[in-house]
């Protein structure tokens, strides 16, 4: 999309959930795998223009800094039109990245490609199904990291790619999602939640070498044809302005 300077480029996109991991054991050939769902609502929305420095609310900020150091461009005015909530299972922090990354790049006339820079706005190093469903909605299984790969001692994007997806299909048009967010503190996240998967994988370890794996090769990744799903891929518009 080609959008002029003055224009001012809208990304929309919806909350997804996470069902969980299929294997957490180092014992097999694949780590993670992920299974989840991208929603149609609630939804991330920003907007952004160029301009010569960035501009931004308090919340936007480490996003838009980071898409505007990755796409090498001079700044970014960006507006947040609708929020998800924070820490509480909805995937607001990849969704939002995506979404500013997204709406910054195309008000510049790039092609957000957001698979591949994801690593770089610390996303989806775990898990792909954030990613997934912000390119193209349904329900999503990814295939999860080769095990001899996964460094948890590393965190640099260029220690790792976001996990594939192996199928993907659409949601059945009458399909609900009550969601209940519960008046509680928020989940972990950011370095605790790293914490956590480091040891609860440290804990898989010790049974894991008094038996052999059991699963065929590909460990947590049956194998799955490729499905043509009708996705619900992020909206977005252009406003003069």
């Known amino acids: 999309m080609t959008v002029a300077d003055t224009g001012t480029v809208t990304v929309s996109t919806g909350a997804r959930l996470h069902f969980g991991f299929a294997n957490l054991s180092p014992a097999h050939e694949r780590l993670y795998g992920s299974v989840g769902v991208a929603l149609e609502d609630p939804r991330v929305t920003v907007s952004a223009s160029r301009a010569s420095s960035i501009s931004c609310p308090d919340e936007l900020d480490s996003h838009v800094r980071r898409a505007v150091a990755r796409l090498d461009v001079p700044g970014a005015h960006v507006a947040a039109v609708e929020t998800l909530p924070r820490h509480v299972g909805l995937g607001s922090g990849t969704a939002t990245a995506l979404a500013v990354f997204a709406a910054v790049a195309r008000a510049y006339g790039r092609d957000p490609g957001v698979r591949a820079h994801a690593p770089h706005l610390g996303r989806g190093r775990r898990s792909g199904v954030g990613v997934a469903a912000f390119e193209g909605g349904g329900f999503v299984l990814d295939a999860g ?42 989940g972990r996240s950011g370095d605790a939640e790293a914490a956590s998967m480091r040891a609860t994988i440290a804990d898989a370890i010790r049974p894991s070498r008094r038996a052999s794996p059991t699963s065929s090769p590909g460990g947590c990744c049956p194998r799955s044809n490729r499905a043509t799903s009708r996705p619900s891929a992020p909206r977005s518009r252009r406003s003069g302005g």
């Open 145 to 186: 990291r080769p095990t001899a790969a996964c460094d948890p001692g590393r965190s640099e994007p260029e220690s790792w790619t976001v996990p594939p997806v192996i199928a993907r299909r659409a949601i059945p048009d009458d399909w609900r999602f009550v969601l209940v967010v519960p008046a509680a503190d928020p």
